[in-house]
Structure formats: C-alpha cells, structure tokens
C-alpha cells in the first residue's frame, strides 16, 4: 500500500512538472531584438532616408518611429520578418533588398552640412560635454579622437555609413547646444559657424 501510495505521488509530481515546463515557451518562441537600437538611433539623429517592405509594399522614409515600433517585441506593431539593418551610401545601391532587410542611407542634402558640423565641434575650444572620454578638447582633439577610433580626418561620407558606432559616440560627445547647429545648420544648407555667429 505504501510503495502505492509513493509510486502515485511521484507520478502526479511529474505530471504538474511537465504541464509546469509547458507553460514556459521555448527558447525559439520567444522574440528577441535583432536590430540594434543604438543603429536606429544613428540613423534618427543623422536623418537618414530608410527603405523597408510592409505586406508587399516598399516604403521609403525619414521617420524612425515606425521602424522603432516594428522591431520591438514588446509593441504591437511589432513584426519578426525584420531581422537586419544595413547601411548603403545612396538610395541606388538601397535597391532590390530583401525583405528582412531595413536599409538606411544618408540624406543627400543633409551629408554635406553634418561633415562639416563634425569638424567645427571637434575643432573648436572651450567646455566638453560631461560624462564623456572620448576626446579631451583641453588638448590636441584629432589625435586623442584618433587613438581611440581609428578614424581618419577630415571625415567622410563612408564613416558615417561604414563606421557609424564611432561617429554615434562622438556625435553624442557633442554638447546639447553644438548638436543643434550641427542639426540646424545641415537642414537649412548654412554652415556651422554662420549659425554659432547669429546664436552663441
């Protein structure tokens, strides 16, 4: 009766175990980010065009917003197809991406203004952003910038593309008011300096 009785209780133990376990997805269940939200916001803050199929249609937009909540698990509109995001130098090597694919490239009005943004806060003087080690403006900034990133000087149109991580981290070295002439000044076609003179 007692060997019974246990043989029942482990019985029943397993099967609240098992109906346990299979309230829990698997692994392959469940969604994960794939697209890196330090990616859209480069693209976000260096107003790049991106391009990306919705139920067949091929959709060609600044607005980061959509993609953001697409790639999301946790949002409604999110939807698993998009899986990668790559960077293009225009719009014609952007053509014929798959479907899984987010591509973004620069705005071709907008490129020329931010290059030349970079240089007039990485060259300037005075007070630096706090919290950051990227560069140290107090002392020779392109080496220091050098030594840390790689990058070579002045900057291009492919680090923005290529290397966009670097360019994300010392965009955001920037101060906050540095960032808006540099956003201001490539929107309107006017260079840096010409804004800081009317704005300092």
């Known amino acids: 009766m007692w060997k019974k009785l246990m043989y ?84 014609e090597e952007a053509n014929d991406h798959p479907p899984n694919v987010i591509a973004a490239w620069p705005n071709a009005d907008m490129i020329p203004g931010l290059i030349e ?25 392109w080496e220091c910038i050098y030594k840390r990133t790689g990058l070579s000087y002045p900057f291009t149109k492919e680090n923005f593309v290529y290397d966009w991580n670097w360019i994300n981290g010392i965009w955001w070295s920037f101060l906050c008011y540095e960032r808006y002439i540099i956003l201001h000044a490539s929107l309107n076609g006017y260079l840096p300096n010409y804004i800081y003179e009317k704005h300092p």
């Open 117 to 141: 943004g970079f240089h007039w806060a990485v060259e300037r003087t005075g007070p630096f952003g706090q919290g950051s080690s990227l560069f140290d403006r107090s002392s020779a900034n």
């Open 8 to 91: 029942l209780f482990i019985s029943f133990s397993i099967i609240v175990f098992l109906i346990i376990l299979g309230c829990f997805p698997d692994n392959d269940d469940i969604h994960q980010p794939s697209i890196s939200q330090l990616a859209i916001n480069h693209i976000n803050e260096m107003g790049f065009i991106t391009s990306y199929y919705l139920e067949g249609e091929r959709i060609i937009s600044s607005d980061t917003l959509s993609i953001s909540l697409r790639i999301n698990p946790e949002h409604p509109q999110f939807n698993p197809i998009f899986t990668e995001l790559i960077f293009f130098m225009n719009a």
